[in-house]
């Protein structure tokens, strides 16, 4: 797990290394903002979940990548973990490599 203080910290953390998902909040400190993170994040890690969290924003569909999802704060630690899980099950099955059946197998 990586934290990051700003969004401008994030974005380096997203360059410099493999990331899984990304949990941000909105409202950070610095010249980018979460939203400006998750984008950036996308880009660089496409299939990677996004959660943005905000108690002063409202969700807006628009301002998020398409597999960006907004929570608002305060939410259940629970909810969040679990919420994960399931977004990071479900992303491993997407990167999951294509087994061929034996009978096409390459020798």
């Known amino acids: 797990m990586l934290e990051a203080c700003t969004a401008d910290e994030g974005v380096t953390h997203v360059c410099d290394a493999n990331i899984d998902a990304i949990v941000t909040d909105v409202e950070m400190p610095g010249a980018l903002n979460g939203f400006d993170l998750a984008w950036r994040a996308h880009t660089r890690h496409p299939l990677a979940p996004l959660f943005v969290v905000s108690s ?21 630690p629970g909810v969040l973990i679990s919420e994960l899980r399931a977004a990071l099950t479900s992303t491993k099955r997407k990167r999951r490599p294509l087994r061929r059946p034996p009978s096409q197998a390459v020798a």
């Open 56 to 76: 002063s924003v409202d969700s807006d569909s628009r301002r998020l990548p398409p597999n960006g999802r907004f929570f608002e704060k305060p939410i259940d």
